[in-house]
């Protein structure tokens, strides 16, 4: 049981009936009331008293689209981390590889986060490449993006990979001229395979689940979605809850499997663990050359080095028919629908299969996700808002490929408007806005930031006019997240009868600098009115 406590300093409750306050009062994990100090004391008379002076007392920050079952387990020791945020030449990626594939021996070697756009001279890689580097010992790769892996035939043979095992649902093998395997799989039910030799030897999931909700509420975040989740992964995750590794709530979006059918029911969990959703990819990862654009990829060095033709454009990972009998049997059930999408041909695809999908089984309240939506276009937006769709964006792309995007991937008529989160706001969506780790750190400060700047970490501008407010970005790491998650019932404001999940930040970010936003300091996170991060106040 949680003390009763106040909190008093500058609050900031992402409530628009009470936007300003001076003091927060907290009682069995949950807020009791907001106001001045002598309404908290009025509330709770016994409370403890924090006095936070300057600093900036919010809801806890909310991940909308999280893969926090694949980063716990990527970013575990068994893997090697080589993305760009951690490695940012090639020479040194390539060093590592090879250095831990003589140190690994017989078990293999796994890596993650390899990112030619970034890192910037890395070699194309194929089957017979990694075969060079790893003869007989297991060697995998998977891209930052997380939708390609590359593998040696060592790999292969251990996931029981041939030249004759079929695509995966929504996922394709690679081949090369004479039909023999690539050495590379598109999209997460490749990675599946591939990584399941390897997967099953990390044992329980428990205490890198810990580490890493750890790392979230460091963050300053108290909940998370899983937009990949593994229905295999239930009881492990039933299993961290029960020995009270989760430290932020969790909400779960299970990829949709030809069953077209979840063995979970709508009414399941509580308020800390909850399925939600159904997350189904329209197409793939800009940086891989495979989402559905209506525009070719520039012909540039790095579009060659990733192997892509002039005039390239890719493909959906489903067609339309596909999509609509996917939407339908899971919408039928109930579930909230997410999908993956970044070019606007794909967008088209997955909008005009909803509109018919509501047309035909209207619901009031479904919330359906698009996810990324890097090449969304305002009309695209319009089109959302009027039949009730959410997006979340991914605007930390800006930030650590904003250049590529411009520079070697789109121009600036495309690759500039990535993300377009004024024209979304301006449409009247409700968005949020991701980090969808391990790609990018869990970082909402720098979302909220490079939200309102669109500033890219090379100084440059991309598109203005598609820039938030401090008060829209702050929304949508807060309580339009909530909105998405289902969960702006009971978090995502400052509102008595939510739970107290709340950041302390060194600084009120309305009054910062947008650019030195990143900068201020998460002091500390309470999860239902227990401290998880930070000093003990």
């Avoid at 995750?237 to 949709?256: F, I, K, V």
């Avoid at 002039?310 to 996917?326: A, K």
């Avoid at 619901?363 to 969304?376: F, N, S, V």
């Avoid at 769709?389 to 121009?411: A, E, K, P, R």
């Amino acid at each position: 049981m949680t003390e009763d406590l106040i909190l008093r300093g500058r609050v900031l409750t992402m409530d628009d009936r009470q936007p300003r306050a001076s003091a927060i009062a907290v009682s069995r994990g949950k807020i009791v009331a907001v106001g001045d100090i002598e309404v908290a004391r009025t509330a709770l008379p016994d409370a403890r008293t924090v006095h936070l002076d300057t600093a900036c007392i919010m809801p806890g920050f909310i991940e909308a689209h999280g893969h926090p079952t694949a980063a716990a387990t990527t970013l575990a020791e068994t893997f090697v981390d080589i993305r760009p945020v951690i490695i940012g030449d090639a020479s040194t990626v390539l060093d590592t590889i090879r250095r831990e594939v003589a140190d690994r021996g017989t078990e293999g070697a796994y890596f993650n986060g390899w990112d030619p756009l970034l890192q910037k001279g890395l070699p194309p890689i194929d089957r017979r490449v990694l075969d060079e580097i790893a003869p007989s010992t297991p060697l995998v790769i998977v891209h930052n993006s997380g939708h390609a892996v590359y593998f040696n035939s060592a790999a292969a043979e251990a996931a029981g990979v041939t030249r004759e095992t079929p695509d995966p649902p929504g996922a394709s093998w690679g081949h090369d001229d004479d039909g023999e395997l690539s050495g590379v799989g598109h999209e997460t039910g490749t990675l599946l395979v591939i990584l399941a030799p390897v997967l099953r030897t990390l044992g329980p999931i428990t205490e890198r689940l810990r580490q890493y909700c750890g790392q979230l509420n460091a963050a300053g975040i108290t909940t998370v979605s899983d937009m990949a989740f593994n229905p295999q992964d239930r009881d492990a995750l039933n299993t961290a809850q029960a020995a009270g590794a989760l430290t932020t709530r969790l909400r779960l979006y299970e990829m949709s499997s030809p069953a077209l059918h979840s063995d979970t029911t709508l009414d399941n969990g509580d308020d800390m663990l909850r399925q939600i959703g159904i997350k189904t990819w329209s197409d793939g990862s800009p940086w891989v050359g495979n989402i559905a654009t209506s525009f070719p990829y520039l012909d540039t060095p790095a579009t060659q080095a990733m192997g892509l033709p002039p005039g390239h454009r890719g493909t959906t990972n489903y067609t339309r028919e596909q999509l609509d009998e996917i939407n339908e049997a899971y919408f039928l059930l109930g579930w909230q629908l997410s999908c993956h999408s970044h070019g606007d041909d794909a967008i088209d695809m997955v909008l005009g299969s909803w509109e018919d999908l509501l047309r035909h089984h209207p619901r009031d309240d479904h919330r359906l996700r698009l996810e990324h939506c890097g090449a969304m276009r305002p009309d695209q937006f319009a089109r959302a808002a009027q039949i009730g769709v959410t997006c979340s964006l991914f605007v930390d792309h800006l930030y650590y490929w904003g250049d590529v995007l411009v520079d070697d991937l789109f121009g600036p008529d495309h690759g500039a408007r990535w993300a377009a989160a004024g024209s979304a706001v301006r449409a009247g969506v409700r968005i949020s806005m991701h980090n969808d780790a391990p790609v990018t750190p869990d970082e909402p400060l720098r979302n909220i930031s490079v939200g309102v700047t669109r500033t890219s970490r090379n100084g440059s501008v991309l598109a203005s006019d598609e820039r938030l407010t401090v008060d829209q970005a702050l929304r949508a790491e807060t309580i339009d997240a909530a909105y998405q998650l289902f969960a702006d019932d009971i978090v995502g404001s400052l509102t008595p009868g939510k739970y107290a999940d709340i950041v302390v930040l060194s600084g009120d970010p309305t009054e910062t600098a947008p650019e030195q936003i990143p900068d201020l300091t998460v002091l500390a996170t309470f999860l239902a009115g227990e401290q998880v991060h930070g000093t003990e106040l």
